[in-house]
């Protein structure tokens, strides 16, 4: 029988990843500071996080806590969540004919093993007109996203490609999830 998993996050996108592969996770968001270290890459700061998320949730030995961290790059800077419209237009201006980094830790807990990874996808963005930005900020949906963007909804019509996992810029790469789950002993199967 499959342990209860444990979701320490409360962004209703890594929900839904975990539902379509059939997981339904009981939700228990970590509350941490979040701010980066002086001096620390995107990448150990997605791992920290992700670790200190799995291991400040409240959970048993016998639930498999899930949890992550993502961040959007752009060349060495992060680019978090807008705090207003303008905010948003500037980050999607910045995007707009370049490319940029989604980077997300991923630790899994079970017991007293664990097990962590961090996915990068490489995201192409197409220029964009003052317009399409204006537009697109109007429909709210940039706000609570990092980089201003959500690839599964209508900003994804201002994605020319991908290299690497879809599911990672959405927040949560699945295959990765699945892959270290079965390192600490839990195999996630379709229901």
């Known amino acids: 029988m499959a342990p209860t998993v ?17 997981v339904e996770p009981v939700v228990r968001p970590a509350d941490i500071d979040e701010t980066p270290q002086p001096d620390e890459a995107p990448e150990a700061t997605v791992a ?3 670790r200190t998320k799995a291991h400040t949730v409240e959970h048993t030995a016998s639930e498999l806590v899930i949890a992550a961290d993502t961040e959007v790059v752009l060349r060495h800077g992060v680019l978090g969540k807008p705090a207003n419209a303008s905010g948003a237009a500037a980050m999607l201006r910045s995007l707009a004919g370049r490319s940029h980094r989604v980077v997300t830790g991923v630790h899994v807990a079970w017991g007293d093993e664990e097990a962590a990874a961090v996915e990068e996808t490489v ?3 197409r220029e964009l007109t ?7 900020v109007a429909t709210g ?4 996203k990092a980089g201003a963007y959500a690839i599964q909804g209508a900003g994804g019509m201002f994605v020319e490609r991908i290299e690497g996992s879809d599911t990672n810029v959405i927040g949560l790469p699945l295959t990765t999830v699945v892959r270290l789950a079965g390192e600490v002993g839990v195999t996630l199967l379709p229901r």
Request: net charge neutral; aromatic share 6%.
């Open 48 to 50: 920290r996080l992700a």
């Open 130 to 136: 003052e317009a399409e930005i204006d537009a697109y």
């Open 123 to 125: 995201v192409h963005v």
């Open 141 to 144: 949906e940039p706000f609570g």
């Open 6 to 22: 444990v979701l320490a996050s409360g962004s209703p996108r890594r929900l839904e990843l975990l539902r379509r592969i059939g």
